[in-house]
Structure formats: structure tokens, C-alpha cells
T-cell receptor, first 111, second 115 residues
Framework: EPEVTQTPSHQVTQMGQEVILRCVPISNHLYFYWYRQILGQKVEFLVSFYNNEISEKSEIFDDQFSVERPDGSNFTLKIRSTKLEDSAMYFC?????????FGPGTRLTVT | RKEVEQDPGPFNVPEGATVAFNCTYSNSASQSFFWYRQDCRKEPKLLMSVYSSGNEDGRFTAQLNRASQYISLLIRDSKLSDSATYLCVVNPDGGSGTSYGKLTFGQGTILTVHP
């Protein structure tokens, strides 16, 4: 059974629109991460979230990105005004015993 | 120098072959090391953590050489199902300061095992 699920599996949006990607952990975790992978490129760290706060973010994670855990369970990544270059797979990850386990990802396509 | 560097391959091997992947990392302070595998358009899946003493899990053996900043993965008796991209992954900070948990990925090495 996966540690985390993600919805939607595929999101198509127009440039300039807002999208919210969701991550649902199977059990309680303290550490959450978002990564992205542009097609054909390596997986890149976006942000880490611990105890309901951002603990670290990368250069990619600019003002158009935000994360929150609105109901203490789901963990969301919001992109306020999408750009073509935001098209990628977005993976949520949880941490258990110093190891990270990834969700199945959301494929975001910006047109 | 890239933070994590891998030979992209592809490696094409017959079933039953032994294949080795290498990886180098630039941050000498890195503490945690992992191998993940990734199937096409799927999420990275943890294959194994890499410990200083080296570790083995069935057909898979991982080695770490801190002095050379080098990590390796050996796959023995390759199966068709081993075909995937193998990702070398490093936690640059390894648990201290504010970088706890941030993973840095290599580009991946593509493996194809054929009958």
C-alpha cells in the first residue's frame, strides 16, 4: 500500500491559471516534501514542510508557489499563476526513518 | 561540478548479467545516500539506503567511498524487471541545520535488461 496518494493524477490548465495539487498521507507524518520533474530532466527539490511550517525552499519555489496543510491531513501545493515552464510531474514525499517515500505524482500540463 | 553525477547510460545487458552503476557527489559534508529506481513516468521508488560499511539486499549491493565521494550500485543476475532508470540520491546536509531531508538527485542511469 502506498504511503501517500496524490490528486489529481493529471491536470491540464491554461497559462495564468491557479492550480492546487494535493497530497494525502496514509498515516501521520511530520515531514513533507514537494519535488518536481520536468520531462527528461532530473527530480528537483521544491520545498520541505515540518510541523506546519516551511523548513526549506529552493530557488524554484518563488512567490507563485505556496504550500499548506489546511485540515491537518492533506498537504497542498498551490501555483498561483501558472507558466508554460511549470509543466512537469510534481511529487509529494513523506519521510519515515530518514528515508523518503514518494507519491505517484501529478502530471501538470500548462497550455 | 554537478552536485550528483551519474553516467546516463544507457546500459543494455542480457538477463543474468551483472551490472554496476557509479555516482559521484560534490558536497563532502553529505551524510545520507540512497539509490532509487524510477520506471517511465512513475515516481522514484526507494531501492536502498547506502551505508558507510556497504550493504546488500538480495541481488543488490551498494557501496560508499567517502574519501572519493563515490557511490556504487551492483546488480547481480539481472532480471527483465530490473529495467528502469536508477537514481543516485544524496542528502547534502544529512540531518543537521535547515537542510534536513532535502534530497539532491542525479540525472539517472538507464538500464535495459533484454532476454
Amino acid at each position: 500500500e502506498p504511503e501517500v496518494t496524490q490528486t489529481p493524477s493529471h491536470q491540464v490548465t491554461q497559462m495564468g491559471q491557479e492550480v492546487i495539487l494535493r497530497c494525502v498521507p496514509i498515516s501521520n507524518h511530520l515531514y513533507f516534501y514537494w519535488y518536481r520533474q520536468i520531462l527528461g530532466q532530473k527530480v528537483e527539490f521544491l520545498v520541505s514542510f515540518y510541523n506546519n511550517e516551511i523548513s526549506e525552499k529552493s530557488e524554484i519555489f518563488d512567490d507563485q508557489f505556496s504550500v499548506e496543510r489546511p485540515d491537518g491531513s492533506n498537504f497542498t501545493l498551490k501555483i498561483r499563476s501558472t507558466k508554460l515552464e511549470d509543466s512537469a510531474m510534481y511529487f509529494c514525499a513523506i519521510q519515515r526513518d530518514y528515508e523518503q517515500y514518494f507519491g505517484p505524482g501529478t502530471r501538470l500540463t500548462v497550455t | 561540478r554537478k552536485e550528483v553525477e551519474q553516467d546516463p547510460g544507457p546500459f543494455n545487458v542480457p538477463e543474468g548479467a551483472t551490472v554496476a552503476f557509479n555516482c559521484t557527489y560534490s558536497n563532502s559534508a553529505s551524510q545520507s545516500f540512497f539509490w532509487y529506481r524510477q520506471d517511465c513516468r512513475k515516481e522514484p521508488k526507494l531501492l536502498m539506503s547506502v551505508y558507510s560499511s556497504g550493504n546488500e539486499d538480495g541481488r543488490f549491493t551498494a557501496q560508499l567511498n567517502r574519501a572519493s565521494q563515490y557511490i556504487s550500485l551492483l546488480i547481480r543476475d539481472s532480471k527483465l524487471s530490473d529495467s528502469a532508470t536508477y537514481l543516485c540520491v544524496v542528502n547534502p546536509d544529512g540531518g543537521s541545520g535547515t537542510s534536513y531531508g532535502k534530497l539532491t538527485f542525479g540525472q539517472g542511469t538507464i538500464l535495459t535488461v533484454h532476454p
